[in-house]
């Protein structure tokens, strides 16, 4: 297995532009956690699903953020408009209720987001 | 609300030098504790749990309910140690982990 995949690993863009983030978990996984990592605040949770239903969404900052998860394979999360304050690097994670026991997540590599 | 506190953002000693990186977490229950390394270039990965009780790498890490700390240490540093360090606390029931800032670990040979 791959591990978890994102994409894309950076994005460059400009104030007002929307930007969608992806997030393919491990295959078997049914949590899946979009975390957002800043110098100032550390890692924040935004969001996670279970069984591709949202759980917790309260770390979404604000409406203009969204995620989504139509099925277990795919997740997005959108940014709509973007502002210069949202650049961080946003990270996918997915566990399973079985191997690994709780606590024990498997994270991708991380979306790097510069917004101009 | 949960939360944990790592006071370190960087954290330099030399090599063959002991380790301690500290955490100090605030929830009324009792979580379950963690320790998440993310070397150069590579994925944040779990380092270890509390409630294994193991050394990893050398590495342990002891919760004290009275101090609500869960410190990882290390008696002799190697430079492969150089990464960054999250502590990080997950709630009774719950599946979403709360982590720490992070502490930047240098070691120096």
């Known amino acids: 297995d791959a591990g978890v995949i994102q994409s894309p690993r950076h994005e460059v863009t400009e104030m007002g532009q929307e930007v969608t983030l992806r997030c393919k978990p491990i295959s078997g996984h049914d949590y899946l956690f979009w975390y957002r990592q800043t110098m100032m605040r550390g890692l924040e949770l935004l969001i996670y699903f279970n069984n591709n239903v949202p759980i917790d969404d309260s770390g979404m900052p604000e409406d203009r953020f969204s995620a989504k998860m139509p099925n277990a394979s795919f997740s997005t999360l959108k940014i709509q408009p973007s502002e210069p304050r949202d650049s961080a690097v946003y990270f996918c994670?997915?566990?399973?209720?079985?191997?690994?026991?709780?606590?024990?997540?498997?994270f991708g590599e991380g979306s790097r987001l510069t917004v101009l | 609300a949960q939360r944990v506190t790592q006071p370190e953002k960087l954290l330099s000693v030399f090599k063959g030098a002991p380790v301690e990186l500290k955490c100090n977490y605030s929830?009324?229950?009792?979580?379950?504790l963690f320790w998440y390394v993310q070397y150069s270039r590579q994925r944040l990965q779990l380092l270890l749990r509390h409630i294994s009780r193991e050394s990893i790498k050398g590495f342990t890490a002891d919760l004290n309910k009275g101090e609500t700390s869960f410190h990882l240490k290390k008696p002799f540093a190697q430079e492969e140690d150089s990464a960054m360090y999250y502590c990080?606390?997950?709630?009774?029931?719950?599946?979403?982990?709360?982590f720490g800032s992070g502490t930047r670990l240098q070691v120096q040979p």
């Open positions: 994670a997915s566990s399973s209720e079985g191997t690994g026991g709780t606590g024990e997540l498997f």
């Open positions: 929830y009324s229950g009792s979580p379950e």
């Open positions: 990080a606390l997950i709630l009774t029931g719950r599946r979403a982990l709360t």
